[in-house]
C-alpha cells in the first residue's frame, strides 16, 4: 500500500506571494491532517479535514487554509507569504480520525520564503 | 504553540548501549505515540500506546503509557548507528486525532 505523499517537496517563493501544497492520503484513509515544523515551535497542527470538511483547527492566522477533495486528496494554502512561514509542512492521513485513530505521516513539503 | 516537556533534548552514545527517554505533560491524553524522524523526512510512527498502564513492545524499542496519563517512556535497547535521528513523542486526546509533540530529542550513536 502506497504511503502518505506530498507535492512539491520543496518550494521557494518571496514575501508577499501565495503557495498551494498537496496532500494524497493513504487508499482509504478519509482523514489529512496538516502541521507546520519549524525549529523554534517545534510540531504545531494546523488543521484537519475530513470528509471535505474542516473537522479542526489550530491557532494559526486567516492567511492559513485548505480543502479537501472527494478523493480524499488534500490541499493548503498560505497566502501573503512572511518570512516566518519558512518550514516544513508535513500531511498526515489516517482512515477515521478521532482520538484513537494512528496518523501516518507524508515527506514533507520544504518551504522557503525569501 | 503547545509543546510537550520531552528529555533529554540531546543524546550521544556508543553503539550498543541503551537509551531511555521521556515525555510529561500537563494535560491528560488518550493516546501517547512515538514517532523517529530522519532528516528531511516526515516522522514514522514507532510504537502506539493506547491504555494507561500499557507496556508495549517493537522490536528493541519498548514504550509505556504512564498510569496517570500525563506521561510516557520510550526506551531502546542495544542501539545501531541506524536509530541515529530525532524521537518525538505525541499525545492526542478527546475526540479529535489532533496531536500534540513533545519538543524532540535528538539521539547520536558512535559506531
Known amino acids: 500500500k502506497a504511503g502518505v505523499t506530498q507535492t512539491p517537496r520543496y518550494l521557494i517563493k518571496t514575501r508577499g506571494q501565495q503557495v498551494t501544497l498537496s496532500c494524497s492520503p493513504i487508499?482509504?484513509?478519509?482523514?489529512v491532517s496538516w502541521y507546520q515544523q519549524t525549529p523554534g515551535q517545534g510540531l504545531q497542527f494546523l488543521f484537519e479535514?475530513?470528509?471535505?470538511?474542516?473537522?479542526n483547527k489550530g491557532n494559526f492566522p486567516g492567511r492559513f487554509s485548505g480543502r479537501q477533495f472527494s478523493n480524499s486528496r488534500s490541499e493548503m494554502n498560505v497566502s501573503t507569504l512572511e518570512l516566518g512561514d519558512s518550514a516544513l509542512y508535513l500531511c498526515?492521513?489516517?482512515?477515521?480520525?478521532?482520538?484513537?485513530?494512528?496518523?501516518?505521516f507524508g515527506p514533507g513539503t520544504r518551504l522557503t520564503v525569501l | 504553540g503547545q509543546q510537550l516537556n520531552q528529555s533529554p533534548q540531546s543524546m550521544f552514545i556508543q553503539e550498543g548501549e541503551d537509551v531511555s527517554m521521556n515525555c510529561t505533560s500537563s494535560?491528560?491524553?488518550?493516546?501517547w505515540l512515538w514517532y523517529k524522524q530522519d532528516p528531511g523526512e516526515g516522522p514514522v510512527l514507532l510504537i502506539a500506546?493506547?491504555?494507561?498502564?500499557e507496556l508495549t513492545s517493537n522490536g528493541r524499542l519498548t514504550a509505556q503509557f504512564g498510569i496517570t496519563r500525563k506521561d510516557s517512556f520510550l526506551n531502546i535497547s542495544a542501539s545501531i548507528p541506524s536509530d541515529v535521528g530525532i524521537y518525538f513523542c505525541?499525545?492526542?486526546?478527546?475526540?479529535?486525532?489532533?496531536?500534540?509533540f513533545g519538543t524532540g530529542t535528538l539521539l547520536a550513536v558512535q559506531p
Open positions: 479535514y475530513f470528509s471535505e470538511t474542516q473537522r
Open positions: 494535560s491528560i491524553f488518550n493516546t
Open positions: 505525541a499525545g492526542q486526546g478527546g475526540a479529535t486525532n489532533k496531536l500534540i
Open positions: 487508499s482509504g484513509h478519509r482523514s
Open positions: 498526515a492521513s489516517s482512515r477515521l480520525g478521532g482520538g484513537t485513530d494512528t496518523q501516518y
Open positions: 500506546l493506547y491504555k494507561a498502564g
